[in-house]
């Protein structure tokens, strides 16, 4: 039996080792390999049906592995933060009321949460007025407030603008760096992730490829111009799919063959390239 990780080092605060699940015949994700540990941003990206929440379900143990392993670091706290709630828009409830639903929070603790996301002054508002951005903000300021080691955070992006996402996904690099929790960030958008992500997984029933993202608009003469204040904080994911999946679910690879399945030895995967002028985003934190 495999010791777990402790979260006293640098093992990963959850890995998933060859991990697959099969539902009624058909495998729905497999041969995954994922660790999140300490301070370390993971997205997962991947069309519709990819596979992505089967994934994040496996890591935060809703569902167990029909092969392959899940392993947690002991003391794991998870702060999960939905895609969306349903929440009865007529039914009086505050942002407050809504943080302290599942379990009573010290104030200091409710309010370091609410400041940390940036809405402390929402803390008496009504749910039902709050907008997309601020109410993905009071979800999440309801995980911090519990201090979790590891974050999960599915497709925050939904229903926020193009503005409100460079907020967002500045606001969970911060997270990570005011925190130090893993995040596991999962979204459907291929383009779009961001630059503080430390690495990405591009799930289609499987891992396709894995990289580090690398940031868009960052021409050394741009940033000459401009200076650090001028990078964005999204980036570019470039994909690089060198295979199709068919209907019946075997996989064409470019050149010609065609296979049950796929995985990263096949030799049919590669690295996803980075665009130039990689910035990590602890550069443009310290800048
Ligand atoms: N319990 C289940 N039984 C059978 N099939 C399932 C089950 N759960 C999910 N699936 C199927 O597994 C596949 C992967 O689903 P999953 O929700 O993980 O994808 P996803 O990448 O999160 O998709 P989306 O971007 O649309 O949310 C889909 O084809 C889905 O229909």
Redesign the pocket.
């Known amino acids: 039996m495999c010791a777990k990780p402790s979260l006293h080092n640098k093992e990963p605060l959850i890995a998933l080792n060859n991990a697959g699940v099969c ?2 015949g ?1 495998w ?2 497999r041969n995954v390999d994922l660790t999140i540990s300490s301070g370390e941003i993971v997205t997962l990206i ?12 496996l890591a935060l143990h809703i569902i167990r592995p029909d092969e392959g392993e899940v392993i947690h670091a002991r003391d794991l706290r998870i702060g999960y933060v939905p895609q969306k709630i349903h929440i009865d828009r007529t039914m009086p409830l505050t942002v407050e009321r809504l943080m302290t639903l599942t379990g009573p929070l010290k104030r200091d603790e409710l309010m370091a949460a609410l400041e940390l996301v940036g809405i402390s002054h929402l803390i008496h508002a009504e749910i039902a007025h709050l907008s997309g951005g601020e109410m993905q903000r009071t979800l999440m300021a309801r995980a911090i407030a519990r201090k979790p080691n590891v974050m999960v955070l599915d ?1 925050p992006m939904q229903g926020i603008d193009f503005s409100g996402e460079s907020d967002l996904y500045g606001l969970i690099a911060r997270l990570r760096d005011e925190t130090g929790c893993g995040i596991l960030l ?1 979204s ?1 958008d291929l383009h779009m992730v961001m630059a503080a992500t430390d690495r990405v997984l591009c ?1 289609n029933g499987h891992v396709c490829c894995s990289g580090s993202p690398g940031v868009v608009s960052a021409s050394p003469e741009y940033m000459a111009l401009f200076g650090s204040r001028a990078a964005s904080p999204l980036a570019l994911y470039q994909h690089n799919h060198d295979h199709t999946h068919l209907p019946d679910g075997r996989v064409l690879h470019a050149d010609g063959t065609v296979t049950d399945h796929c995985h990263k030895h096949d030799g049919h995967h590669h690295e996803h390239e980075h665009g130039t002028g990689l910035r990590h985003h602890g550069d443009l934190n310290r800048a």
């Open positions: 539902r009624d058909r729905l994700v991947g069309p519709n049906g990819a596979g992505k929440s089967t994934t994040a379900k497709e999962i459907h799930l």
